[in-house]
């Protein structure tokens, strides 16, 4: 059984492609107004997930403009508790008046035993739709 593993979803919101990506590449902060109930605290460290709190510091590990594209690392955390290595990267991709926003969470679990974070993955998607609504409503 490997430890390694990548989970995806996309999710299609209403909002511009390129406001998305704005948010998530400069104003990530700006996630805990829009969503104060998973995102209590943004310094890019803490959010909450399935009713538990997770504190957990990334890097931003790679940013693509051209294909609006953000990748963050975990460097230490609850997450890092369970995982080897843990990286989020989200796509905004234009359609029509859309936008598709794709997630792709890739990990390395720290034994088998551990699951494979689909409720992380879930938490992403929330996260887009509250964005969406309150980039709409703007």
């Known amino acids: 059984m490997t430890l390694v593993g990548k989970l995806s979803a996309e999710v ?8 998305h990506h704005g948010v998530w590449v400069g104003r990530p902060h700006h996630i805990s ?13 803490a959010g909450k997930c399935d009713g538990k709190v ?15 594209t953000i990748t963050y690392r975990a460097i230490e955390g609850d997450v890092l ?10 796509q905004s991709i ?10 792709t969470l890739e990990y390395e679990k720290l034994n088998k035993n551990i699951p494979h974070p ?5 938490f992403v998607i929330h ?10 409503q703007a």
Not at 95 to 101: D, H, L, M, P
Not at 118 to 122: F, M, N, T
């Open 33 to 45: 107004k829009v969503s104060p109930s998973k995102m209590p605290k943004v310094d890019l460290h």
């Open 54 to 68: 997770y504190v957990t510091k990334g890097v931003v590990e790679a940013i693509n403009e051209e294909n609006k």
């Open 94 to 103: 234009p359609k029509g008046e859309a936008t598709w926003i794709h997630w």
């Open 118 to 122: 689909i409720k992380l993955l879930e």
């Open 81 to 90: 508790q369970e995982y080897n290595s843990f990286k989020v990267i989200s």
């Open 12 to 19: 299609l919101v209403v909002a511009p492609h390129d406001e």
């Open 127 to 136: 996260l887009s739709e509250e964005l969406d609504d309150h980039l709409v």
